[in-house]
């Protein structure tokens, strides 16, 4: 049982290069997160995806999309890299929408863009 | 829309004494959950400990505590016989109790340790 993982671990990127973020549960959870952790500041919401098949907006989405595999896999991409998007970046997931269940995060992929 | 300030970049404390870390919040639900969690030089994102806004008890998982007083809105954690493995980021979430279960973070307090 791996719980959250998130691929890759590093990366750099330069302006204006685009890739996608990995993640993947295999908890049979229904929702699934993206958070972005910067420097000095706590965790913020990209995007969420309450449950297979819907996806939505966070607290930081420009930039962002994702895009909801199955119900395991959760990916985020960059389609145009910046600077400003330079961060740790966090996938997590939980059990059910509407109740109290734990989110389980990710270890987390460090992006650089230069 | 729901903030959470934790005024404490940094903090410290000699092994094996307490150390309480502050979190304010501002929502105007009235039911909700609050959580501390705890991030070591791994990056991973543990949870420490949880709290209903309903249950007026305060929660507590061994040696951590809170101290929640929600006409305050505060929300503060309680380390007792503090541990080197304590040393971390601590972060204060808060969750609205219905809909999408989206956590709101604090800044972060950088805990220290001294042996």
């Known amino acids: 049982n791996a719980g959250v993982t998130q691929t890759p671990k590093f990366q750099v990127l330069k302006t204006g290069q685009s890739m996608t973020l990995q993640c993947a549960q295999d908890m049979n959870h229904n929702s699934m997160y993206w958070y972005r952790q910067d420097p000095g500041m706590g965790l913020r919401l990209i995007y969420y995806?309450?449950?297979?098949?819907?996806?939505d907006k966070g607290e930081v989405p420009n930039g962002y999309n994702v895009s909801r595999l199955n119900k395991r896999e959760f990916s985020l991409r960059l389609e145009s890299a910046a600077p400003s998007q330079t961060s740790v970046y966090f996938c997590a997931s939980s059990e059910n929408y509407g109740s109290y269940n734990e989110q389980f995060f990710g270890p987390g992929t460090r992006l650089t863009v230069l | 829309a729901q903030t959470v300030t934790q005024s404490q970049p940094e903090m410290s404390v000699q092994e094996a004494e307490t150390v309480t870390l502050s979190c304010t919040y501002d929502?105007?639900?009235?039911?909700?959950?609050l959580f501390w969690y705890k991030q070591p030089p791994s990056r991973q994102m543990i949870l420490v400990i949880r709290?209903?806004?309903?249950?007026?008890q305060n929660a507590t998982e061994n040696r951590f505590s809170v101290n929640f007083q929600k006409a305050a809105k505060s929300f503060s954690l309680k380390i007792s016989d503090s541990q080197l493995g304590d040393a971390a980021m601590y972060f204060c979430?808060?969750?609205?109790?219905?809909?999408?279960?989206?956590?709101?973070f604090g800044q972060g307090t950088r805990l220290t340790i001294n042996p």
């Open positions: 995806s309450a449950s297979e098949g819907t996806t």
């Open positions: 929502t105007s639900e009235s039911d909700y959950y």
């Open positions: 979430a808060y969750r609205r109790t219905k809909g999408a279960q989206k956590l709101v």
């Open positions: 709290q209903e806004a309903y249950k007026q």
